[in-house]
């Protein structure tokens, strides 16, 4: 089978395991089906990074520049931090009881954000096995790492003045929403932006440099 055609049909499989898995938790698929769909998705993702790894093979043989390790790190990170946002920002309310403490869901859904975060060390752990012995970290590496890291922190601040401040000059009785569990969820949320942006930053670095504007 082509890489095209293994991207086509991967790529849907994959975001189809992670939806089973992630976004709809309820499903009701019983033991031997909910064995099924994780093994089933960890199968496809695997194929879709083998498959991935292939193709970036394939373009340093036809001469063309490939993402090296820095910019392949950017952008898993930048995928896995979306994909844990976007599963905290479906989910995340869930997790707040109506007392404003911690619901029965929050351990199932924090199972679930550990799980993705395993898989992303998962893949890292195979990046690095990959480029084992062949990774160099230059100036442009860390200028790029610490401009990103500085947007990233940047964000962070921003968003944590930004909540002070609302709890500060927002009228006790507005506040109802500022539970526990409420702040801990934006807290988090906050965290994983800046995550997000700061990857996303070093990707699209990373990206420029190897297509310059002529």
Known sequence: MSLQWRFFVLIPLSILGFVLLFVLPDIQLGR???VAVLAGSW??????WSSWQKSLADTTDTG?????PGEQHAWIGALFSAIILLYFALH???MVDTDGGMSR???R???HIVLLIVVWQVVMAMLRRHWHDRVDVDER?????TRAATLGHGLLIALSIGLAATLALTPLELLGWARPMALSNLIIAGLIA????EYLVAAGSYWRDRHPTT
């Not at 590496?141 to 790492?145: K, P, V």
């Open 64 to 68: 063309r520049a490939a993402p090296g």
């Open 194 to 197: 800046s995550c997000l942006l």
């Open 105 to 107: 869901d929050a351990a």
């Open 92 to 94: 995340g309310s869930a």
């Open 141 to 145: 590496d860390r200028a790029i790492q």
């Open 32 to 34: 031997s089906g909910s």
């Open 43 to 48: 199968l496809a993702w695997y194929l879709l």
């Open 109 to 111: 859904i924090g199972t």
